[in-house]
Structure formats: structure tokens, C-alpha cells
Nanobody
Framework: QVQLVESGGGLVQAGGSLRLSCAAS????????LGWFRQAPGKEREIVAA????????YYTDSVKGRFTISRDIAKNTVYLQMDSLKPEDTAIYYC???????????????????WGQGTQVTVSS
């Protein structure tokens, strides 16, 4: 069982930055790949970024490439999403997620993930 807790959301002006954190409870956290998703009102949940269990591989959806960076701190059992040059269209609830199995590579669809945090709101004003 993996428990995930997101933090770091808030209100920011367009062009600003935020860093989201996802703290995990599992002692085996370092063996899990992680994903960041977002869901805007009236839209489906979509992948934003993902990192493999060993941190060697990452994935970014096209709309955030060059602006967002996913990273993990094994010692702190935490995954981060650094978001720069934010745009109003980045406004959404952001979720981190982990799959059921360990030693996973990159998954990009919500159904590939079993464990979810409660989400953190990101609002970008124009």
C-alpha cells in the first residue's frame, strides 16, 4: 500500500513558477515509477509527466515540455514537479500517482496507476 500526499499548489500569475511535492509513505517508494496528472473542470484527467522507478527515464506531455521538470528525492520519499513559465491553461487539480507494481518504467494513462493522492489546486491567472 502506498499513500501519496501532494502539496505546493496555489495561485500564481502567468509566467510564474510553482513546485509541487508528492510525499510517499511506502518504505519501498524508491522502487516505484511515479506520474503527475492534472484535471481541469469539464476535462478528462491527463498525464503531465512521469518518471521511471530508477529515475533514468522521464516523460512529458507536449504542452509542458521545456517548462516542467519531474524529479525525485529518494532520501525524502518525495517526487517533485517544478513548473515554470506557467500559463492560464495549466490551471487544474494536480495529482501524483503510483502504479501497482514496483520497478515500473513509464506509464501515461490513468488506468495504469493504482495509488493516487488527494490532489492540489493550481490556478494561473492571466
Amino acid at each position: 500500500q502506498v499513500q501519496l500526499v501532494e502539496s505546493g499548489g496555489g495561485l500564481v500569475q502567468a509566467g510564474g513558477s510553482l513546485r509541487l511535492s508528492c510525499a510517499a509513505s511506502a518504505r519501498t517508494f524508491s522502487f516505484y515509477g511515479l506520474g503527475w496528472f492534472r484535471q481541469a473542470p469539464g476535462k478528462e484527467r491527463e498525464i503531465v509527466a512521469a518518471v521511471s522507478w530508477n529515475g533514468r527515464n522521464t516523460y512529458y506531455t507536449d504542452s509542458v515540455k521545456g517548462r516542467f521538470t519531474i524529479s525525485r528525492d529518494i532520501a525524502k520519499n518525495t517526487v517533485y514537479l517544478q513548473m515554470d513559465s506557467l500559463k492560464p491553461e495549466d490551471t487544474a487539480i494536480y495529482y501524483c500517482a503510483a502504479p501497482l507494481t514496483t520497478f515500473s518504467e513509464i506509464y501515461i494513462t490513468p488506468t495504469d496507476y493504482t495509488y493516487w493522492g488527494q490532489g492540489t489546486q493550481v490556478t494561473v491567472s492571466s
